[in-house]
């Protein structure tokens, strides 16, 4: 397939679309026509493209736009923090956290019962210590 150069129009369009403002068409032709559309000392060109892209890259342009600076992002509004009552605080820990339901507790042993185990053991140490061998 053989190498067609661009249109005018093409060409500009084509510079513009990559940032390359300042392309001067009439240059970048002249140019490759008086080489017979050959790039370096290989061949024949095979993408116009590639060569404005080049020209744009070896531009003050390129470098003033490689290196401008990129806009800061829009700061977005975070969300108010809203307190928890302590009851709704309460009442979602009960529901989703088993930690902390109230757990059942076993009643105590009344007064009496405690004393009378404390008496049996008692008993039953004294037993043990005086024990006769």
């Not at 513009?16 to 490759?32: E, Q």
Request: proline share 8%; hydrophobic share 30%; charged share 35%.
């Amino acid at each position: 397939m053989k190498f067609k150069p661009p249109t005018r129009t093409e060409a500009i369009a084509y510079a513009k679309s990559i940032g390359y403002r300042s392309f001067d068409y009439n240059v970048w032709y002249a140019f490759y026509e008086t080489r017979g559309w050959h790039v370096g000392r290989t061949g024949v060109m095979r993408s116009w493209k590639g060569s404005i892209q080049t020209w744009f890259h070896r531009t003050d342009e390129y470098e003033r736009l490689k290196h401008a600076p990129k806009p800061k992002p829009v700061p977005v509004a975070k969300k108010a923090f809203v307190p928890v009552s302590a009851e709704r605080k309460a009442e979602i820990q009960k529901k989703y956290y088993p930690q902390y339901r109230p757990k059942t507790i076993e009643p105590l042993e009344t007064e009496a019962e405690l004393e009378k185990r404390c008496d049996e053991n008692r008993n039953r140490m004294r037993k043990e210590l005086f024990k006769e061998k």
